[in-house]
Structure formats: structure tokens, C-alpha cells
């Protein structure tokens, strides 16, 4: 490592401090980026619209979207345990509750987040999480 002393008032003062300041602005933008991976409101609401109107009748009640880190995720809450493995559990939920691809304005509002759809009984926090592929996101 070098150090080298600069006198105040120099040009080479002039760029060392301009440096420095250079590396703390972008330390301070690196820190907002955390913040832009989560899902915004307006994309939320997009979720919301269209899951919610299917849950509006029936037992399972439709309790919102929410950001996470993986993407999205939509609690839905089932009165009772459905009866299944959880490997049939996620394919029923896939089957019958993941927007399929003839959807797809919704899937252009909501890229680049994934969605994950989280079926729970009383505690939200003991869900199955089942991931809804988007067709904007596989292999062709």
C-alpha cells in the first residue's frame, strides 16, 4: 500500500476528495438497490385483482399478495388441511390457481417478479409454497 501526502488546496487535493466523495455516493446508491428488488404496491395490486374475484364465493379466502425475496407471494387460506401429499398439494394449486400463460398481459405487469402462491389453515406462517412458472420466464 502507498500513501502519498497531499497538500490542501492542490488539484491533486482536489481529486482525492472528489474521489472520495465519488465512493461514498455510490456506496449510498449500492444501499437503495436492496429496496428496488422488492415487488412495488402497483404490482401487488395486479396480483390482487386478478386472484381475488376467484376466492370472492367458496371456503378459501383470498388474503392478499405480498412482497418476498424470492418475488410475490399470494396467501390464500384453506379452512381445513386438504387431504393430499404436499407434492399433490402444489400440483392441484398449480393446476387450479396459478395463472396460466393465455393470461398474459398479467404476467408483462408483473415481470420480472415471480409468484409464488402460499395455501396455510390458521397461521400464515405455516404455509405450502407453490411456485407459479411464468411463460415469459422458460425456455422456448
Known amino acids: 500500500m502507498f500513501v502519498f501526502k497531499v497538500e490542501k488546496g492542490t488539484a491533486a487535493y482536489k481529486v482525492e476528495l472528489s474521489?472520495?466523495?465519488l465512493l461514498i455516493m455510490l456506496s449510498l446508491i449500492g444501499c437503495t438497490d436492496s429496496v428496488d428488488e422488492y415487488a412495488p404496491r402497483t404490482t401487488l395490486i395486479k396480483v390482487?385483482?386478478?386472484?381475488?374475484?376467484?376466492?370472492?364465493?367458496?371456503?378459501?379466502?383470498?388474503?392478499?399478495?405480498?412482497?418476498t425475496d424470492q418475488?410475490?407471494?399470494?396467501?390464500?387460506?384453506?379452512?381445513?388441511?386438504i387431504e393430499?401429499?404436499?407434492?399433490?398439494?402444489k400440483n392441484y394449486i398449480l393446476l387450479?390457481?396459478?395463472?396460466?400463460k393465455t393470461v398474459a398481459y398479467f404476467?408483462?405487469?408483473i415481470f420480472p417478479y415471480e409468484l409464488y402462491i402460499r395455501t396455510y389453515n390458521y397461521v400464515d406462517r405455516n404455509y405450502i409454497e407453490t411456485h407459479c412458472p411464468s411463460p415469459l420466464m422458460q425456455d422456448n
Do not use: N
Open 19 to 21: 474521489m472520495i466523495m
Open 48 to 67: 390482487d385483482k386478478l386472484l381475488a374475484p376467484y376466492f370472492v364465493s367458496g371456503e378459501w379466502r383470498y388474503r392478499g399478495a405480498r412482497p
Open 71 to 81: 418475488g410475490i407471494a399470494a396467501y390464500i387460506q384453506v379452512p381445513d388441511r
Open 84 to 89: 393430499l401429499s404436499e407434492k399433490q398439494h
Open 96 to 100: 387450479t390457481v396459478c395463472p396460466d
Open 107 to 109: 404476467w408483462h405487469d
